[in-house]
Every structure is written in C-alpha cells, then in structure tokens.
C-alpha cells in the first residue's frame, strides 16, 4: 500500500530516520520543519497520512492538528512527541490525532502503526463489480463468519475488518477506540476496570493513565450513542470502570 506521507519534524537526524523507513516501506514521504510549513504542504498534497512531531517552531503540532480538523481535513494523523506529560499526549488525542508514539521509539513500530491507519483510511472508490451474465444472479459480497463478529444489540465490531457498526451505520475510530471497544464487545455486560482497559492500550506510552482511558470513552460516547451525555450502551459503573451493554435488554430490565 504506497501513499503520499508528509512528515512534519524539525529534528534533521529524527526526520531522516522515518523517511528512510517509510520510503522502504514504498511511499513517497515529503520531510517539512514547522507546522506552519506543514499545514501549507497538507492543503497543497492532501497527503494520505501525516507524521506530526509536537514541539516545532512557527506552530507546534497541537495547533496544526486543531487547525486541520477544524477545517474538516479528514486525514490520518500520527503525533509523534517527547513530552511525556500527560495532559499533552490527551490534548492530542480530543483534538483528533489518530494515534501517537513517544521518542525514542523504534521505526520498525512506526511504520507498523503507519500501515494500520493506511488499512483503515483507505481513500477512493471501490472498484467497478464485474459484469455478469444476465442469467446468473449476481454474487453476494463475503460476509465476515458470525462467530467472528462481535454484536452488542445494534453495535458490531469486526475485529478482523477492522470495522465497527451501529445499527448497519459505520463508525470510524482511532486504534486507541477499536481496542478498547473491541475487548469491551467480547465480554459485554462485564465491568472492565480502567487497568484493564490501559492493558488493552499495550501500544501507548507507559506515561499514561486512567484518564487515556476517559478520554477515548468520551469520544466512543459521541461516535456509538444517541445521547453522548446520557450514555446507554457504554456505561460507567462510579469507582469501578465502564461497561458494554445492549440498550434494549436494559430497557426490559428496567421495565421488568
């Protein structure tokens, strides 16, 4: 999967390093120093991916990544940051990065994590169905087996597509999301503790904490329920965690 990547750092050796990996990898990966470089090259290319380092000259990484979701750019974006402060690798997140990775990582992980946003944010039409004789019925896409699909009432979640539903509508969200959304889906009704959680975020810094986990509920909220502030399928469960649940089978509890 080849793709047009802009990698925002100012860092020379730091920058030439992802280059070098990315460009085995097969993109073609333009190397910029400051956000507001970045931003002028994201509205020019409409790259397909952005690597973006936080703390740049002109605007930092924070303010490119408001700035490109406020004007409604939809592309994949990667933070890459040495703050290990907390409240940083959060801000990032709510502003709508798709994931993030701290210095010093290894390159082998950064492109692995490159390949999975490439997979999930995959742009274009998809390709024209083959014609078929008029006698033949037309073939039915491959559906994913059931046993392999998680369902929660009206939400699924394919772990193997990568893909997540609710109500047949999709749903896009960050790895971060999926994650937690999928081990959630595989045990639903269970209380899932917010360690527990932060486990299943094995791919994130070690700096963070519970509140990562509030966060991403936070944004799931907005993405699988009818009323993000008055949650009915990801319930928190007050000093304990969250769980999944079907709306519907609390509505007959409740009314029972």
Not at 12 to 41: M, P, S
Not at 102 to 127: C, H, I, Y
């Amino acid at each position: 999967m080849c793709a047009n990547i802009v990698v925002a750092e100012d860092d020379a050796k730091q920058a030439e390093l992802v280059r070098r990996y990315l460009e085995h990898e097969g993109h073609a990966v333009t190397v910029v120093e400051d956000g507001r470089t970045a931003l002028e090259t994201v509205r020019h290319q409409e790259p397909d991916l952005v690597v973006l380092d936080v703390m740049m000259p002109g605007a930092d990484g924070l303010d490119v990544v408001r700035i490109l979701r406020a004007e409604r750019r939809e592309v994949p974006v990667l933070m890459l940051t040495a703050r290990s402060t907390e409240d940083d690798l959060l801000l990032g997140l709510d502003l709508g990065a798709d994931d993030y990775m701290t210095k010093p990582f290894s390159p082998r992980e950064l492109t692995a994590r490159v390949r999975t946003l490439l997979r999930r944010n995959r742009r274009g039409p998809d390709p024209a169905p083959a014609t078929v004789p008029a006698s033949a019925p037309a073939s039915e896409p491959e559906a994913a087996p059931d046993d392999e699909v998680l369902a929660v009432g009206a939400l699924r979640v394919d772990p193997l597509r990568h893909e997540v539903s609710v109500a047949g509508t999709p749903v896009d969200c960050t790895p971060g999301e999926f994650r937690i959304l999928a081990a959630m889906a595989a045990e639903p009704g269970r209380v899932f503790t917010r360690a527990r959680l932060l486990d299943e975020l094995h791919g994130f810094d070690k700096y963070i904490s519970g509140r990562t986990v509030d966060v991403h509920v936070m944004n799931l909220r907005k993405k699988i329920e009818r009323a993000p502030r008055r949650p009915a399928r990801l319930i928190t469960v007050f000093g304990v965690g969250y769980k999944l649940t079907d709306p519907a089978k609390n509505v007959r509890h409740a009314s029972s």
